[in-house]
């Protein structure tokens, strides 16, 4: 290794040091002779991030073991990863591990890649990454941690880059870190891509954080110092941990409960482990919560017990949230050290303690997850639907009547536990029984429900079913069926459709099938010719748009009728820069969000309104980004702002106070803006207004809203979408 540059070297003795357990000389020796063959096959190519490629794929590396939890052949094939078939590395690699190594990095290399991306067909990506969890889940793991590393160097990408990637990551590949137990990084791809898609909330919430740590400090040594002194007389070995809310989850939790910064009651934690032998640990870990509730009035409300019955991705810990003498709320997590660690290291801790109690449900959901991905239809958006909700979400235990215990996603309904049993039994659902209760199928299930299913013969899906159910596997077992009969159907409307036509003595063809798809708005010919069998196109009301189109073609166009009502370009263009201007189509501001002069925006290309522009933080950004990537365009505010007015909403909450309106009023009537809208009420002593205005910049717009939470009685004054 004397040809290794020192700081790889030393990043190496970190990766061996990291390792999850005792390195044999054998797997050290194979990490030793993978980290030559990647500095002489990456030799000294720099990325476009400007670092070298031997120093991505060791921090890459580094970043598997330390971070991921993973042994010793997932760090050979993090370090190996950028190396392609067909070269005389390859060969190597292949005579040193054979298939155990490069069936991994031909898997990473299905996914695409770090470097040279053009952020079109992610949402397909994804869908390959899912699919290695079939063949190999190092694959899986390796990608989410290439992903972190990403997140960390989002500042070394060009800055139009930016939002795309971190939208991209905080849809896609922070929920997977979610549902596979990795809670750290998950919480951290969140913070960063929130940085980036929400910068001013960001930095409100990091400086109110900072400005709190001192006060923040104290309560946790406080608390902990009376809980220590409890804890010592069980004599367990016990660690206490604090952890502070990731800042993303303390803006959820604002934006959820409509608060402030303030009135977000449990902004840290209090971590309790211990280190007990497997058979004590859930009557050690309530002991634990019993000191700690001797000590500390609880919230039952907040009560969780993922000891008894774990989440679904293996997760165990006791969970109580406490009030302090200081009327200062607590969360406390309890746990042992093998708890802590899955908790730490998600799937690969997962693994490692199989035959554990807990490993069946992420067990399950991988077995769900090859089922769905198998039957999934291929359309990045609609299979999206299917898979994005079953990777965050909270959970709902019920009981089949032989009393065993299923785990289903919070909202689930006795349709989504049907389906869960059996595909046939949700097919033949009819209804059912809960707590000996008969029941619609469409109940929404309750933590302890016993429940059981009433099936027909004669039953078969309907397309009303896809609202009545969340989960991933009723989901596309229902469109499946309907699929199915849909092309039946279909096949009979257009036997009914083609006879027709000859009796019109028309002659049947693509120019016909494209004329009737633009006229009622379908994008496939089996969507015209069910419509056509059961009846929602009348055959007669075919016959005269066709013999219409026959005689003045430009009037079955109506795609260009919508274009030429857009609002003209010239309208925007005078603040607008779109990088890629694209012919024939119209620009205009989104009402969704409504972009002010100096906001971070983009544009959407649309299918029937033009280009619309979006805030970078509008709710829509990430959805809209990483599904149709290759429609979305870079734009940017000239740097003339004298003219022209944006319609924006703020919120105003307070306490009722005497003269408040009128004093609001004041202030905005000293600023460059044009009130359209001022609606407030006053109910039990509080106050909230709604303010509709015309503003010319964004700098106006934060300094008003500064003016106004100087108001006596106002406490928060939040910009709102419509």
Not at 280 to 299: A, H, I, M, R
Not at 380 to 405: A, C, H, N, W
Not at 579 to 606: A, H, M, Q, W
């Amino acid at each position: 290794m004397s040809e290794i540059p020192v700081q790889i070297r030393n990043k190496f003795r970190l990766i061996i040091k990291s390792l999850p357990e005792p390195l044999s000389r054998e797997e050290r020796d194979g990490l030793e002779k993978a980290l030559e063959i990647a500095v002489s096959a990456y030799g000294d190519v720099v990325l476009q991030t400007g670092s070298s490629s031997v120093m991505h794929y060791t921090e890459l590396a580094r970043t598997t073991a330390c971070e991921m939890g993973l042994g010793a052949s997932a760090v050979a094939c993090a370090l190996l990863s950028g190396i392609k078939p067909d070269t005389e590395w390859w060969a190597e690699v292949d005579a040193v591990y054979g298939k155990t190594v490069t069936s991994a990095i031909t898997g990473l290399g299905r996914v695409s890649s770090l470097h040279g991306r053009d952020f079109t067909g992610q949402t397909e990506n994804f869908r390959k990454l899912l699919l290695t969890l079939a063949d190999d889940g190092r694959v899986i793991l390796i990608s989410l941690a290439e992903r972190l590393k990403m997140m960390r160097e989002l500042n070394l990408f060009p800055e139009s880059d930016r939002l795309a990637l971190a939208s991209e990551n905080y849809f896609l590949y922070a929920p997977l870190a979610h549902r596979l137990g990795y809670y750290n990084i998950k919480s951290e791809m969140e913070d960063l891509a929130m940085k980036v898609m929400e910068p001013e909330e960001y930095s409100s919430i990091e400086a109110s954080l900072k400005q709190t740590t001192t006060s923040r400090n104290k309560l946790i040594r406080e608390f902990s110092d009376s809980l220590r002194e409890r804890l010592d007389r069980l004599h367990f070995s016990y660690e206490i941990k604090s952890r502070t809310k990731s800042i993303h989850s303390i803006w959820q939790k604002m934006r959820k409960q409509g608060v402030g910064f303030d009135e977000v009651f449990d902004i840290f934690a209090i971590r309790i482990i211990i280190d007990v032998p497997t058979e004590l640990e859930k009557s050690s870990c309530w002991q634990v919560y019993s000191v700690v509730t001797d000590l500390y009035q609880p919230n039952p409300s907040r009560m969780r017990d993922w000891i008894s019955v774990p989440k679904s991705n293996g997760y165990e810990s006791l969970h109580t949230t406490v009030v302090t003498p200081a009327g200062k709320w607590v969360e406390v997590q309890i746990r042992t050290l093998r708890m802590d660690e899955i908790a730490e290291k998600g799937l690969a801790a997962h693994f490692r303690y199989k035959g554990i109690k807990g490993e069946g449900g992420l067990d399950a959901w991988l077995s769900q997850m090859r089922e769905v991905l198998g039957s999934a239809e291929k359309e990045s958006t609609d299979f999206m639907q299917q898979i994005r909700p079953g990777l965050y979400s909270d959970e709902v235990f019920v009981f089949t009547p032989k009393g065993d215990l299923r785990q289903l996603p919070a909202g689930s309904t006795l349709l989504d536990f049907a389906f869960d049993i059996h595909t046939e039994v949700g097919a033949k659902c009819i209804g059912g029984k809960v707590n000996g209760r008969n029941v619609q199928m469409k109940y929404v299930l309750q933590n302890g429900d016993h429940v059981s299913v009433i099936t027909s013969k004669n039953q078969t899906p309907k397309r009303d079913w896809l609202s009545y159910v969340i989960t991933t596997k009723a989901r596309s077992k229902i469109k499946l069926a309907l699929n199915e009969e849909k092309v039946k159907i279909a096949a009979e409307g257009k036997e009914t459709f083609i006879r027709r036509l000859k009796n019109w003595k028309i002659q049947y063809g693509d120019i016909v099938i494209k004329k009737l798809l633009d006229e009622y708005g379908m994008k496939t010919a089996q969507d015209l010719y069910f419509a056509i069998a059961i009846g929602d196109i009348d055959l007669l009301q075919i016959k005269k748009v066709l013999l219409r189109a026959e005689e003045n073609e430009e009037k079955s166009l109506p795609a260009e009728e919508v274009q030429k009502t857009g609002i003209s370009y010239s309208e925007t263009g005078d603040y607008l820069v779109i990088e890629e201007k694209v012919e024939g189509l119209d620009y205009r501001l989104s009402k969704c969000c409504n972009p002010v002069f100096g906001d971070k925006i983009f544009g959407f290309v649309t299918i029937l309104e033009g280009i619309k522009i979006h805030r970078a933080s509008c709710p829509n950004a990430s959805y809209m980004i990483s599904n149709f990537p290759y429609r979305v365009l870079r734009a940017s505010w000239t740097r003339r702002e004298e003219s022209g007015s944006f319609l924006t909403s703020v919120k105003v909450v307070g306490v009722e106070n005497l003269g408040i309106v009128s004093r609001i009023t004041d202030i905005i009537s000293g600023f460059k803006v044009t009130v359209r809208n001022f609606s407030y009420r006053m109910d039990n002593g509080l106050f909230e207004g709604k303010i509709e205005m015309l503003v010319p910049n964004i700098n106006i717009l934060f300094a008003l809203m500064k003016r106004i939470q100087s108001v006596k009685g106002i406490t928060r004054v939040i910009r709102v979408d419509n």
